[in-house]
Nanobody, 115 residues
Framework: QVQLVESGGGLVQPGGSLRLSCAAS????????MGWYRQAPGKQRERVAT???????NYADSVKGRFTISRDNAKTTVYLHMDSLKSEDPAVYYC?????????WGQGTQVTVSS
């Protein structure tokens, strides 16, 4: 069983920065993709950014140039560095892990942008 533990959410002013972390543990044989999704109240969960096993990254258009996804050398922790946060960014951010034919989700961490 794989566990994902997220941290780093919180309250930030518009234009500010936050870094989210997600540490994976458990029986992980082969990680295919790690990523971040977000869900705002009343909206569908949407993909924010992903990073593949080979290090290829992909971003939602709404965060390109502002958010950066990365991972540690062990490839079991994924980060989301968020700069220039806007009023449209607040949501619960979820870590996602695709390994083999399985998918795991973190519990979510709240990001609030307010002055």
């Amino acid at each position: 069983q794989v566990q994902l533990v997220e941290s780093g959410g919180g309250l930030v002013q518009p234009g500010g920065s936050l870094r989210l972390s997600c540490a994976a543990s458990g029986s992980i044989l082969s990680i295919n993709v790690m990523g971040w999704y977000r869900q705002a109240p009343g909206k569908q969960r949407e993909r924010v950014a992903t990073i593949t096993r080979l290090g290829f990254t992909n971003y939602a258009d709404s965060v390109k140039g502002r958010f950066t996804i990365s991972r540690d050398n062990a490839k079991t922790t994924v980060y989301l560095h968020m700069d220039s946060l806007k009023s449209e960014d607040p949501a619960v951010y979820y870590c996602n892990l695709v390994y083999g034919s399985n998918t795991s989700w973190g519990q979510g961490t709240q990001v609030t942008v307010s002055s």
